[in-house]
């Protein structure tokens, strides 16, 4: 795996979306902080500054993503990192100038609508960079930039928070994006091959290539079974890092004598303590396979059993009796997350052409974000009078249900005889 950073393009990308992840890891703290401080009394600006991030992704992978195959992915990735950039760094102005909550919704807005050109445009570039054999230890590579930052981040952006505070961590952030912009335009990619232009109105060329990319999913079983398990998967985020696992720290670490040093909030301890672990886990499994290439047939069944294992963690981690076997379920989870977010990147880039990466991915991150929002409000919702466990189950079965179906069609698709050569 290592390797493969003596490519020197493989090396400027993976250095720059080193950099970058370890910035969006700061931005979720400063900004959550920042808001925090800014409108203390109001915490619906902060969960509307959230919300609005994923309507602008959502908006941006609908109206967009069609189209992210007619667009050279180099000047793509540059142009939406630059974007990104100016509008973090606005941000911490728009809030100290007091130009009003319109300005910091557009901003988030614009945030959602850069992230949905550059995360579909970096999966579609990746496969072309290496032979197809390699592309397992390429997608475990570039799935260490998220699980070095989340490990690092927190603790690093507590202590930027306390000195410098949370404008100008967030203006570090803009810098990261920057950087990430700059390595862009600094490297060449292979030739990409670009669709046919299709004829028409702007509408029915656009309607024309979500066809394209809906009619391609549909046919190939194996693809949108693993949309299919993302999608289910995604379901699961949210709740589990916004109302899971504070409940899970309140309860397992409300009465717990910390020394000193640590602080006086037991239960901020537990929550990273659980992040920490299932972040650290992820990481030593995506070191693992990163080692390794297997066959589709042998990776979809990985996927399939690391989705399982991420569901069955989270499950576990909430119905656990006492902090030990909780902390034993949450290493289940990033042993599951592992395979998950290296060999769907995989299976994806080996089963869908080159030149229609662009409109699955952005059918992808469509199908993904649509659901999180949904999940989160029932979860919200069934919290209430069922109490946590009551609810998660209830989650679990609803996601059970996409990732079985999904994840068996996969399966039986990519069975030996259809192996693609």
């Known amino acids: 795996m290592w390797s493969l950073l003596r490519d020197s393009t493989i090396r400027i990308v993976w250095v720059g979306e080193v950099v970058n992840e370890f910035g969006n890891a700061l931005h979720y703290w400063a900004l959550a902080w920042l808001l925090f401080r800014a409108y203390p009394e109001r915490p619906w600006v902060a969960a509307s500054v959230l919300s609005l991030q994923t309507l602008g992704l959502l908006v941006g992978a609908t109206l967009l993503g069609p189209n992210l195959d007619r667009w050279n992915r180099r000047r793509l990735l540059a142009g939406s990192n630059f974007g990104l950039a100016a509008l973090v760094a606005l941000i911490p102005l728009l809030i100290q100038a007091d130009f009003g909550l319109a300005g910091l919704f557009g901003a988030a807005l614009g945030i959602g609508f850069f992230t949905s050109l550059s995360v579909p445009s970096l999966q579609a570039i990746l496969p072309s960079l290496v032979l197809p054999e390699r592309l397992q230890p390429l997608q475990a590579l570039f799935g260490l930039t998220a699980s070095l930052s989340s490990l690092t981040a927190p603790l690093v952006a507590g202590l930027l928070i306390a000195a410098i505070g949370a404008g100008p961590v967030m203006w570090i952030n803009a810098a990261t994006f920057a950087f990430a912009g ?240």
């Open 182 to 421: 700059l390595c862009y335009l600094w490297v060449r990619f292979p030739p990409q091959r670009y669709p046919e232009r299709s004829e028409g109105s702007a509408f029915q060329r656009w309607w024309g290539q979500v066809r394209v990319g809906l009619e391609f999913i549909r046919s190939r079983p194996a693809v949108w079974g693993i949309i299919l398990m993302v999608a289910g998967l995604n379901a699961f985020a949210d709740p589990y890092n916004s109302l899971i696992l504070p409940r899970l720290a309140e309860r397992f670490f409300t009465d717990l004598q910390l020394p000193a040093w640590l602080g006086s909030d037991p239960q901020a301890v537990g929550l990273g303590l659980f992040d920490t672990l299932t972040v650290g886990a992820e990481f030593l499994a995506t070191l693992w396979l990163g080692g390794r290439s297997f066959l589709s047939t042998a990776a979809v069944r990985y996927l399939w059993a690391g989705a399982w294992l991420v569901m069955l963690g989270v499950l576990g981690a909430v119905l656990a009796p006492n902090l030990a076997l909780a902390l034993c379920f949450c290493f289940l989870q990033g042993l599951g997350f592992a395979p998950v977010s290296v060999l769907v990147g995989t299976l994806l880039g080996r089963l869908v052409p080159e030149e229609l990466r662009g409109r699955v991915g952005g059918v992808r991150l469509l199908l993904g974000q649509t659901l999180r929002p949904l999940s989160l409000a029932l979860t919200g919702v069934l919290i209430p009078p069922l109490g946590l466990g009551g609810a998660v189950l209830w989650l679990f079965l609803a996601v059970a249900l996409l990732v079985g179906v999904g994840g068996a069609r996969a399966v039986k698709a990519l069975q030996p005889a259809s192996e693609p050569t």
